[in-house]
């Protein structure tokens, strides 16, 4: 793959990532309300997640979807509830006083599971690689080393933004002890998931 290829696809990513998402607020979430313990299955999830939905758009699931208004209706509509699910049930979610007594407990398993699913079944996330990724092949070279390379600097720096955001988010939850200052985050968060969640259920392609 050329430099200046693999230069401006990391840029690209890069600043794409930045830009807080579903996903994001997912890993914050949970680095709020756990603490940096779960940080790296939810690094792992993104990944993993990452990498399904990129391989997938590439081996041509994308463009199925951009061409198939039921499948693509089907993604948009399990991603979506799935993210308001996880909003409703953060909103939801108990603030603890003291100390002393823990939040309840969600396995690294499930956290992982979660963080995978709502990265991989981002329909926005799929039409974009599609769109995306095939701006920085060059046609005259061998198509699977490039995409390869593509997939692992993608895959690599989303795990970096994902540990980041986690890592950021833990760290502050030292100094939120507040319970109405827990409480306006989960309901923020919650509300944010929610909305996002809709969002993904309304989206509809571009005519």
């Given at each position: 793959?050329?430099?200046?290829?693999?230069?401006?696809?990391?840029?690209?990513?890069?600043?794409?990532?930045?830009?807080?998402?579903?996903?994001?607020?997912?890993?914050?979430?949970?680095?709020?309300?756990?603490?940096?313990?779960?940080?790296?299955?939810?690094?792992?999830?993104?990944?993993?997640?990452?990498?399904?939905?990129?391989?997938?758009?590439?081996?041509?699931?994308?463009?199925?979807?951009?061409?198939?208004?039921?499948?693509?209706?089907?993604?948009?509509?399990?991603?979506?509830?799935?993210?308001?699910?996880?909003?409703?049930?953060?909103?939801?979610?108990?603030?603890?006083?003291?100390?002393?007594?823990?939040?309840?407990?969600?396995?690294?398993?499930?956290?992982?599971?979660?963080?995978?699913?709502?990265?991989?079944?981002?329909?926005?996330?799929?039409?974009?690689?599609?769109?995306?990724?095939?701006q920085f092949i060059v046609?005259?070279?061998?198509?699977?080393?490039?995409?390869?390379?593509?997939?692992?600097?993608?895959?690599?720096?989303?795990?970096?933004?994902?540990?980041?955001?986690?890592?950021?988010?833990?760290?502050?939850?030292?100094?939120?002890?507040?319970?109405?200052?827990?409480?306006?985050?989960?309901?923020?968060?919650?509300?944010?998931?929610?909305?996002?969640?809709?969002?993904?259920?309304?989206?509809?392609?571009?005519?």
């Amino acid at each position: 793959m050329l430099l200046e290829n693999w230069l401006a696809f990391s840029a690209a990513s890069a600043l794409m990532l930045a830009i807080p998402g579903p996903t994001v607020l997912l890993v914050v979430t949970y680095a709020l309300t756990h603490g940096r313990k779960p940080a790296a299955a939810i690094v792992a999830g993104v990944a993993l997640g990452d990498l399904t939905a990129m391989t997938a758009s590439m081996l041509g699931l994308g463009v199925m979807l951009a061409t198939s208004a039921t499948l693509f209706t089907i993604l948009r509509w399990v991603g979506g509830l799935y993210l308001i699910y996880l909003g409703i049930k953060l909103w939801r979610s108990p603030v603890y006083v003291s100390e002393e007594v823990e939040a309840p407990k969600i396995s690294l398993g499930r956290m992982f599971i979660h963080s995978y699913t709502v990265t991989a079944l981002n329909p926005k996330s799929i039409v974009f690689f599609v769109a995306f990724v095939p701006q920085f092949i060059v046609a005259s070279d061998p198509f699977l080393p490039q995409l390869l390379i593509m997939e692992a600097t993608f895959v690599t720096l989303a795990a970096l933004n994902a540990a980041l955001f986690a890592l950021l988010a833990a760290s502050a939850r030292t100094t939120l002890r507040s319970p109405t200052v827990k409480r306006t985050v989960n309901r923020m968060g919650g509300g944010l998931l929610v909305g996002a969640g809709i969002m993904a259920a309304g989206y509809r392609k571009a005519a």
